[in-house]
């Protein structure tokens, strides 16, 4: 089944616990993204790459780091979790081939990962 | 800058009601238009997409066109049911801007039996 899996689903940390929240997707998809869902403000992307080795800063990337290393894993770490960083976050995936057409391949969702730091 | 507003939700109804959600949008360039659903305890899953002016996007009785004119992309469906109970979200993306989803705030949908 074509999947992008996150994980964990829940997590509780406290305040500069390093954590990692894992992103893996089994469509060999170019295009990775990590968003984050917060209430009245919609879905607002952190990170994307565009294929391995290749990745860029979103709306808000700042506190967050990822990498992509494997084509089908692109993990998002915090370094050092701050209460502000409480959300929802999705990965996403998507395929980009070429032309314009590629902008509109629609986007995969994992299922979220609901993150409170306290 | 690229955006997208949709109206303030909840929006309740009840089944067989007519729905609208209304999405506008201001963009440098021809957007292509999407709207995406969430439902509970799901991720994002694409609805319907528009790639260029008057075209009508349509899927699971939903549809929406882009109107170019009035920069708008509102999602209708004729008779709704109570397994439409969702999340909706608009969002355009822009040939220039790598592929990146432009999401309005989303609109909540509770149908009621």
């Known amino acids: 089944e074509a999947q992008v899996t996150q994980n964990p689903r829940y997590l509780i940390t406290v305040t500069g616990k390093k954590l990692t929240v894992t992103c893996s997707q089994n469509m060999n998809h170019e295009y990775m993204s990590w968003y984050r869902q917060d209430p009245g403000l919609g879905l607002r992307q952190i990170y994307y790459s565009m294929n391995v080795e290749v990745t860029d800063k979103g709306d808000v990337p ?4 990822v990498s992509r290393k494997e084509k089908r894993n692109f993990p998002l770490i915090l370094e ?3 209460p502000n960083q409480t959300s929802l976050y999705f990965c996403a995936s998507s395929f980009k081939g070429q032309g314009k057409e590629s902008y509109n391949s629609p986007l995969h969702f994992g299922n979220g990962t609901r993150l409170t730091v306290t | 800058g690229n ?3 949709q109206m303030e939700g909840p929006v309740t109804l009840s089944e067989e009601a007519f729905l609208t959600i209304n999405c506008t949008y201001t963009a440098t360039g021809y957007p292509s238009l999407f709207w995406y659903v969430q439902y509970p305890g799901e991720g994002l ?4 997409k528009a790639t260029k002016a008057d075209d009508k996007g349509s899927n699971k009785g939903f549809e929406a066109t882009y109107r170019k004119e009035t920069t708008s992309f509102h999602l209708e469906k004729g008779s709704v049911q109570v397994s439409d109970s969702a999340v909706y979200f ?3 993306t822009l040939y220039n801007q790598g592929g990146k989803l432009i999401f309005g705030q989303g609109t909540e949908l509770s149908v009621k039996p």
């Not at chain 1, 700042?62 to 780091?65: A, F, I, L, P, V």
């Open chain 2, 90 to 92: 608009c969002a355009l």
């Open chain 1, 80 to 82: 050092s979790p701050s």
């Open chain 1, 62 to 65: 700042e506190g967050y780091k």
């Open chain 2, 3 to 5: 955006s997208v507003t």
């Open chain 2, 45 to 48: 899953q694409l609805l319907l």
